[in-house]
Structure formats: C-alpha cells, structure tokens
C-alpha cells in the first residue's frame, strides 16, 4: 500500500448495498495526490455510489476509505478542501455566470475575489455577464467546474464532466483538467469515454458490475496488453494462406476488413514478413498496431479477468 500522506483518495474494501443489490463490491484503489485519475466503467458500474459515498453523500456498508488522510465517516474534516461536481451543475437560469458565482461564494463563505479569476481560468472571462440561460452545454459544465474550485480545493472530483459534448467541449474539458493538474490540485474524474480518459489521464481506476478490475498507471495497463501485427498481403485472396502461415508459426491470427491481425510482438514483423515472402506472398502493408483503452477494457470484461496492483 502506497504512504497515507502521498494519497488524495485510499479506498480499502468498500461496499454499498441497497437492499439485495450490491452497488460497490469490495472496491479497493488508491490515487496518488496531484495526479489525474480517470474513475472508468460503463454507466450503471458503480461510479457515482463511489463518488456520493468518498462526498460524505450516503454512507457506505462496509470497508472503510480516507479522503486527503480523513475517514469519510467525518467528512466535515475534508470538505472544505474537496471540489465536486455531480449529475451536472445547478445554476439559476436567469443569472449571469458570474452573479451564480457570486451567490454560491457568499453561501460558502469564500472570498468574491476569486468569481472574476475562477471564470478565466475555465475559459468564461468574456461571458461571465452573459445569461446562464445562453450557455452552451460546454460553457455550463466548465461553469460547473468553476464553481466546485470556489473553496480552493486540494482534490477535485468530477462525474462525467464531458457527458453530452461535442469534441470541441470535450477538448475544452481536457485542457482545463490539465491545467489545473499542473497548479497541484488532484483531479479524479469519472467517465465512460475510455478514449478520452486515456488522454489525460496518468492513473486509472476500471469499474465493472460494481467491482474494481484495475487500479494503477494507465501506462501499466496498456502494457499489459499484447500489441497486434496488422498485415495487408498484396493479393487479398492469399489471405487465409498467410493465416495459417502465421498459426503454423506460433502466433494466433485472424482476418478482418481485408487484414489479417496477428497476436505477435512488433520484432516479429520482419521473420513473418520473410516467411511470406518465401511463401510466395507479397505484403503490401506491416504495422504494429498498439491496444486503446477501449480495447484493453473490453478485453479485460470479456475475459471476466483483470487485476489490481
């Protein structure tokens, strides 16, 4: 187990159960403090349970998990250093962004210094007087995000903060995230977007059917998987010949789109490639072609397997 005082988030064998129906089973992970950390599973995994139970939101039915080194039984310890923002932002419609700013730092108690610097930071500088009402759906999350900085957080956490965007607000997103990473606040941020978790995200916690299936560096992860050799023969009709060429050499292969996809190491591609060649086969195209996020998850669920480190 990592030291208590490097974590922002220690999750030890926590469950919640709503009657017979178990929302989190078990879970264990931790995230390192000033990391990003994508929080990933289909909708319906377990996420947001997780989120309302390290918020303090509803209790949990057993493990126990700290929160910038405070149990979440006393979550009045850390909430005044913790940012949030779940099921989407609520603002008043007819107000400005900076006057829906400006309501919630009094009620919170913080300094009206920070609405104008806070509105820059997520890219709203010029529409801080403009109606929320007029917000695009990207402008009313990084409003959201805005406002879960109010208190000047150590630890921001964000449920499915892109749900809903186009790739324009999606992009947007990402570069807040990364930014505010690199001012040292930690950043643990749900999705379903594989893909995009994979882009910003250093550290990784996999949810499916409310289990954990992998926690650690997304770079640990990827490795895990074996890279795959994409072939394209000149002849499409030597296809099935360069299949079992490649079974008869010791690497699983399969034919997809006009490609064969073999489970292989990337050195391997010159021994095959010559082992074509003298089979009489010409290959007009050889990549090493590396698994996304996406993938490896899949794989992963479908092999109902997974691990933790």
């Not at 064998?13 to 990933?40: E, M, N, R, W």
């Not at 630890?155 to 570069?175: F, K, M, Q, S, Y």
């Not at 099935?240 to 064969?260: D, I």
Request: proline share 5%; glycine share 10%.
């Amino acid at each position: 187990m990592s030291n208590e005082r490097s974590l922002a988030i220690a999750v030890d064998d926590l469950s919640k159960k709503y009657g017979d129906q178990v929302a989190l089973s078990h879970a264990t992970f931790h995230v390192p403090l000033g990391t990003i950390c994508g929080f990933v599973g289909p909708n319906g995994s377990g996420k947001t349970t997780t989120i309302r139970m390290l918020l303090g939101l509803i209790s949990s039915s057993g493990g126990t998990a700290k929160i910038l080194g405070e149990s979440i039984a006393h979550p009045e310890k850390y909430l005044p250093r913790v940012g949030a923002m779940i099921e989407g932002p609520a603002f008043y419609p007819a107000l400005t962004g900076k006057e829906n700013l400006n309501v919630l730092a009094t009620l919170g108690g913080y300094p009206l210094d920070r609405v104008d610097q806070l509105l820059h930071k997520v890219g709203l500088g010029d529409r801080g007087d403009s109606k929320y009402k007029t917000y695009s759906l990207g402008m009313k999350q990084r409003l959201g995000i805005a406002a879960a900085l109010l208190p000047n957080p150590q630890l921001l956490i964000l449920d499915e903060p892109t749900n809903g965007l186009d790739p324009a607000g999606i992009h947007e997103i990402r570069e807040l995230l990364r930014s505010l990473a690199q001012d040292g606040i930690t950043v643990f941020v749900s999705s379903h977007l594989l893909s995009e978790i994979e882009m910003i995200s250093e550290y990784l916690v996999m949810l499916r059917d409310g289990k954990v299936i992998f926690f650690g560096k997304t770079t640990d992860l990827l490795e895990r998987q074996r890279p795959t050799l994409v072939v394209k023969p000149e002849k499409e009709d030597d296809l099935e010949r360069l299949r079992q060429l490649s079974e008869k050499l010791g690497h699983r292969a399969t034919v997809s789109n006009g490609q064969l996809h073999i489970d292989a190491e990337g050195n391997w591609s010159a021994p095959f490639n010559r082992a074509a060649f003298e089979s009489g086969i010409t290959l007009s195209s050889i990549a090493v072609v590396l698994p996304t996020l996406e993938e490896t998850f899949f794989e992963m669920t479908s092999n109902q397997s997974g691990g933790q480190q």
